[in-house]
């Protein structure tokens, strides 16, 4: 079992930046890969980015390709998402998740999530 719980959203103006962090439960966050999603007003969630157990590899939307980054500190049982260059689209509620098969990009692969926190870019 890992319980998951993000921090770091607020309202930011568009271009600028925030950091979210996850922070993980249990002694086997280093045997998961993690993941971001973000779910938007009256949208479906959709995949952000996600890292492997390792950090050693990272997947991207293309919607954020280059100006998000995740990471994470398998010491400190957290994963983080630093978000460049925020546009009012990338406002959402933003998910971390868990996934004992290894890294994805779909909601269903996921096995563990977080409660979420608000991200709000304004214009």
């Known amino acids: 079992q890992v319980q998951l719980v993000e921090s770091g959203g607020g309202l930011v103006q568009a271009g600028g930046s925030l950091r979210l962090s996850c922070a993980a439960s249990?002694?086997?966050?280093?045997?998961?890969?993690m993941g971001w999603f973000r779910q938007a007003p009256g949208k479906e969630r959709e995949f952000v980015a996600a890292i492997s157990w390792s950090g050693g590899s990272t997947y991207y939307a293309d919607s954020v390709k280059g100006r998000f980054t995740i990471s994470r500190d398998n010491a400190k049982n957290t994963v983080y998402l630093q978000m460049n260059s925020l546009k009012p689209e990338d406002t959402a509620v933003y998910y971390c998740a868990a996934n004992v098969a290894g890294t994805g990009v779909e909601v269903y692969e996921y096995d563990y999530w977080g409660q979420g926190t608000q991200v709000t870019v304004s214009s």
């Open positions: 249990g002694r086997t966050f280093s045997s998961y890969a």
